[in-house]
T-cell receptor, first 116, second 109 residues
Framework: DAGITQSPRYKITETGRQVTLMCHQTWSHSYMFWYRQDLGHGLRLIYYSAAADITDKGEVPDGYVVSRSKTENFPLTLESATRSQTSVYFC???????????????FGPGTRLLVL | GIQVEQSPPDLILQEGANSTLRCNFSDSVNNLQWFHQNPWGQLINLFYIPSGTKQNGRLSATTVATERYSLLYISSSQTTDSGVYFCAVERRRDDKIIFGKGTRLHILP
C-alpha cells in the first residue's frame, strides 16, 4: 500500500525484552522520524534520519536504537524495554531537506506499546 | 532548551464558532508546523509555515518569527475539527524538532 505504515499497531511486552517497531514508506522520502507521544508531554522526537545510513538523536534517544539500511525502512529498537517506554510511537517522513527546504511531515498510524 | 507553549490547553466551542489557537516559542527557529490529531489518534499535517500567512479552506495560520509566535485560525467550526492541535518548531541551532503539548479542541454539535 502506498504511504507510510507502521507495524505492529499494538504490542505488549515485558521489561527487559527487545522490541523492534517497523516503519515503512513508499514515497522515497529522504527524511524519516520517530516520535513518542505521552500524556502531559505531547510528541517528542526520539531519532531521525536524513538518508540511508545517516541517523541522529532527537530529544529523548536514551534506550532506543535505530538503523536505516534502506531509504524506505526506519526500524526503532528498544534493546531492553522498560515500563517508562510504554507509549504511542509515531513514525513520520518528509520529502526533502531540513531548514528552508523542509517539506511537511507525514505520519504513520502509530504503534501502541505496553511494557509490563 | 527551547520552550514551545500552546494556548489555550483546552477549548470547547459550539459548531459554527470561530477559534484562534496560539503557539509561542522561546528561541529562533527554522520552521514551524501545525498538526491535527483526530480523536482516533491520526496525525495530519495542516501547515508548514516558518513565516507569513497561509490559508487552506476554513483554516489559516500566521507565523511572526521575529516575535516568536504563530496563530492557527479555525472558522465556522465543524465537529470533525475536534481533536488536538499541535505546533512543532525546528530549533535553529541544531535542527531538532520540538512539539508543544497541544490544544485540545472539542466542537459541540
Amino acid at each position: 500500500d502506498a504511504g507510510i505504515t507502521q507495524s505492529p499497531r499494538y504490542k505488549i511486552t515485558e521489561t527487559g525484552r527487545q522490541v523492534t517497531l517497523m516503519c515503512h514508506q513508499t514515497w522515497s522520502h529522504s527524511y524519516m522520524f520517530w516520535y513518542r507521544q505521552d500524556l502531559g508531554h505531547g510528541l517528542r522526537l526520539i531519532y531521525y534520519s536524513a538518508a540511508a545510513d545517516i541517523t541522529d538523536k532527537g530529544e529523548v534517544p536514551d534506550g532506543y536504537v535505530v538503523s536505516r539500511s534502506k531509504t524506505e525502512n526506519f526500524p526503532l529498537t528498544l534493546e531492553s524495554a522498560t515500563r517508562s517506554q510504554t507509549s504511542v510511537y509515531f513514525c513520520a517522513s518528509s520529502e526533502s531537506g531540513r531548514g528552508a527546504n523542509q517539506e511537511t511531515q507525514y505520519f504513520g498510524p502509530g504503534t501502541r506499546l505496553l511494557v509490563l | 532548551g527551547i520552550q514551545v507553549e500552546q494556548s489555550p490547553p483546552d477549548l470547547i466551542l459550539q459548531e459554527g464558532a470561530n477559534s484562534t489557537l496560539r503557539c509561542n516559542f522561546s528561541d529562533s527557529v527554522n520552521n514551524l508546523q501545525w498538526f491535527h490529531q483526530n480523536p482516533w489518534g491520526q496525525l495530519i499535517n495542516l501547515f508548514y509555515i516558518p513565516s507569513g500567512t497561509k490559508q487552506n479552506g476554513r483554516l489559516s495560520a500566521t507565523t511572526v518569527a521575529t516575535e516568536r509566535y504563530s496563530l492557527l485560525y479555525i472558522s465556522s467550526s465543524q465537529t470533525t475539527d475536534s481533536g488536538v492541535y499541535f505546533c512543532a518548531v525546528e530549533r535553529r541551532r541544531d535542527d531538532k524538532i520540538i512539539f508543544g503539548k497541544g490544544t485540545r479542541l472539542h466542537i459541540l454539535p
